[in-house]
Structures are given as structure tokens and as C-alpha cells.
């Protein structure tokens, strides 16, 4: 194996472990396929439709939160150049590798005159902000998830560590600015010089919280619009946010190598077949890659107008 670069060796790594994954996914299926063809399944086009809806409104407050954190960069008002960027990059992560999804942005704003670092700094913090936003999610909602019905220690460490967080959060809005830094210096890349107040803190940390609302609020409705027995909104919430806060531990390796939709077949295996599971998390993907399309369209119809440049 010493004639193979490292490089190419983790790239035969990921590629091996991407296709296990997989196998792993369609082996489960096999496996209860008895359970699969038992399964009553249903389509109710009322609740797929409002899959559609609510993933659009999804969209539509990362975009917010992004031209918020743009607008508190570069001070720049130009809508219409950001929503076209973002709808580009929000279809690009679908493409194995973030070099899509980050270097799309690069490209495009660079054609604004937007330096580098500013959106390297912008992707960075909006990728702190919405993990950060994932975990408390979580954990607000950890009272009314039915393991801790009979594990209450789980919900005493949540609670103290929902408490922990906002009091160090609310102290020293820098936090997040600082921890993304320190991370940054490790991989090499160029730091965030900005300043964080309470007010960008609360008002970023809102959006992203609805964002992670409407996707479980989406996950739901996908569920329900596919099996006849719903399980409660609180522990379907639960998985929305796991499975996401997977994809974004796994952003940097191949189309996440499909750990989201293995976690949130796992974790849906509770109330369905696991081959159910599995149906369930590819059609939600499906779904959301569909809208996503949409969403480009609209984007290129937007911007089609010239940058405006920086406003200072």
C-alpha cells in the first residue's frame, strides 16, 4: 500500500466505508423485506405537499440568517445577489464534498468583490451558529421525549446544559467567535474578525432555531403522509435534529455518506419496520433535493440582475 498517496488511500477509505454504508442500508431492507410488503403503507398528497411548503419556509430562514450575518460582514444590502448565491449553494450541498457547496460560494461572490475571507468567516460562523442552534433545540424539547419518560437524569443534564450554555452565551457573545477561530487555526484557514453583540447573538440564534423547528415539523409531515400510525411530534422532532446535526458532523466526507438517512432510519425503527425507516428518510430526501431545484430556479430568476457591490 506504500505506493498509494495518502490522499488517494482516504479517498479509497471513504469511498469503501460510503459503500458500506449503503450496503448496510439496502441489507436492512432485504432483510425485512417481508416487513416492508406487510407495512400498510398510504400517500396522503395533502401532507406531501405541505412537506414541500414547509421545506421551502426552511430555506427561506438559512437565507435570512445568511444575509444577516452577510449584512453584519460587509455591510451590504444587496438581497438579490446574496438569495441567488445561497439558492446555488443550498443545491450544491447535494454534491459529494463541501468543495462544491463552499468554493460555488467563493466563485460567485468573488465575482462581487467579495473577498474570500469574508465568506469563509460568513460560512464558518453560520455553521457554528446552526449546530449550536441544533443542540439547543434538543435539548429544549428533551423533557417530552418518550426515553426520558423513564431516564429523567437525561433531562437534569439537558436542563443543565441548556442553563450552562445561555449563561456562558449571554456573558461572552464572542463565544461562538472564538471557538469557531480556535477551530479554524487548527484546519489552517483564515480566522472571523468580527465582533458578536447580544443582538446579532439573539437574532441569528432565533432563525436558526425556527429552522430547526420547520425541518421537524417537515419530518413529521413525511411521516405522516406515508404510514397510518404518527408518532408523537417531540420524538419526531428528536430524530430531525440528530440525523441533521450527523450531516453536519459529517459535511466534509461524501454526500455525508448517507449517515443521515442511516441515522434517521435507526432512530425511526422505534415505531416502523426499519425497511419503513429506510423508505421513509429516502423519500424525505427526495423531497427536500426537489425543492431544493425549485429553489435554484427562483434564485437565478431573482438575481438576474448586475452586483451591486459593496455599500459602505
Not at 434517521?264 to 419496520?273: C, G
Request: aromatic share 14%; charged share 15%; proline share 4%.
Amino acid at each position: 500500500m506504500q505506493w498509494i498517496s495518502g490522499k488517494n488511500r482516504q479517498r479509497i477509505f471513504l469511498l469503501a466505508l460510503s459503500w458500506g454504508i449503503l450496503l448496510s442500508i439496502g441489507m436492512a431492507v432485504i432483510k425485512d423485506w417481508e416487513g416492508f410488503l406487510l407495512f400498510p403503507w398510504q400517500l396522503r398528497w395533502a401532507n406531501l405537499g405541505a412537506v414541500i411548503i414547509t421545506h421551502f419556509l426552511s430555506l427561506s430562514t438559512l437565507f435570512l440568517g445568511w444575509y444577516q450575518i452577510m449584512r453584519r460582514l460587509v455591510r451590504s444590502e444587496d438581497w438579490r445577489r446574496d438569495f441567488q448565491i445561497y439558492s446555488f449553494s443550498a443545491l450544491a450541498r447535494r454534491i459529494p464534498t463541501p468543495i462544491w457547496y463552499i468554493g460555488g460560494r467563493l466563485y460567485l461572490y468573488k465575482e462581487c468583490q467579495v473577498p474570500t475571507t469574508i465568506v469563509l468567516s460568513a460560512t464558518g460562523l453560520e455553521t457554528v451558529l446552526i449546530t449550536i442552534s441544533g443542540f439547543v433545540c434538543y435539548l429544549l424539547f428533551l423533557p417530552l421525549y418518550r426515553y426520558t419518560y423513564t431516564h429523567r437524569w437525561i433531562w437534569w443534564i439537558g436542563s443543565a446544559s441548556l442553563a450552562i450554555w445561555t449563561a456562558v452565551l449571554l456573558l461572552r457573545p464572542n463565544f461562538l467567535v472564538d471557538l469557531s477561530n480556535r477551530i479554524l487555526r487548527l484546519l489552517g484557514r483564515p480566522q472571523i474578525a468580527v465582533s458578536i453583540t447580544r443582538s446579532d447573538l439573539l437574532t441569528w440564534g432565533t432563525i436558526y432555531l425556527s429552522t430547526w423547528l420547520i425541518d421537524g415539523f417537515s419530518l413529521y409531515l413525511m411521516v405522516a403522509a406515508l404510514v397510518p400510525e404518527i408518532p408523537p411530534i417531540p420524538d419526531i422532532l428528536g430524530v430531525s435534529t440528530i440525523s441533521a446535526l450527523i450531516a453536519i458532523a459529517t459535511l466534509a466526507l461524501p454526500a455525508g455518506l448517507w449517515l443521515k438517512e442511516l441515522t434517521m432510519s435507526a432512530l425511526l425503527s422505534t415505531w416502523v419496520p426499519i425497511s419503513a425507516g429506510v423508505t421513509i428518510s429516502i423519500c424525505y430526501r427526495l423531497v427536500h433535493t426537489f425543492v431544493e431545484v425549485l429553489w435554484a430556479f427562483l434564485g437565478y430568476w431573482v438575481g438576474r440582475v448586475p452586483c451591486n457591490g459593496q455599500r459602505k
